[in-house]
């Protein structure tokens, strides 16, 4: 049984920061992309950012560039988004999703397995 288990989502002041972890289990993902997704009332699930198995290839969605941060530890099966910076805009329910191919994929449907969500909330 594959699992992915989101942590860190809360509640924030506009210009703050949340750091949201994603441990994986059931198998090792140390050979796989995993990128993070949110999804806001009323709309579609949008990327937000993905790491290759390596580290050495990240994306951001044009959105959070320069303010999140994607990394991962393949010794813990985790993978974190650190975000800086936040605005209204960025309250959502962010997801962790994993991809059973190595390469970065920025669409849900790229991806094989999703955690359960984590609420993050942006105050102004």
């Known amino acids: 049984q594959v699992q992915l288990v989101e942590s860190g989502g809360g509640l924030v002041q506009a210009g703050g920061s949340l750091r949201l972890s994603c441990a994986a289990s059931g198998r090792t993902f140390s050979r796989n992309a995993m990128g993070w997704f949110r999804q806001a009332p009323g709309k579609e699930r949008e990327f937000v950012a993905a790491v290759i198995w390596s580290g050495s290839s990240i994306y951001y969605a044009d959105s959070v560039k320069d303010r999140f941060t994607i990394s991962r530890d393949n010794a813990r099966n985790t993978v974190y988004l650190q975000m800086n910076s936040l605005k209204s805009e960025d309250t959502a329910v962010y997801y962790c999703?994993?991809?059973?191919?190595?390469?970065?994929?920025?669409?849900?449907?790229?991806?094989?397995?999703w955690g359960q969500g984590t609420q993050v909330t942006v105050s102004s």
């Open positions: 999703a994993a991809r059973r191919a190595f390469a970065i994929g920025t669409h849900p449907w790229e991806y094989d397995y």
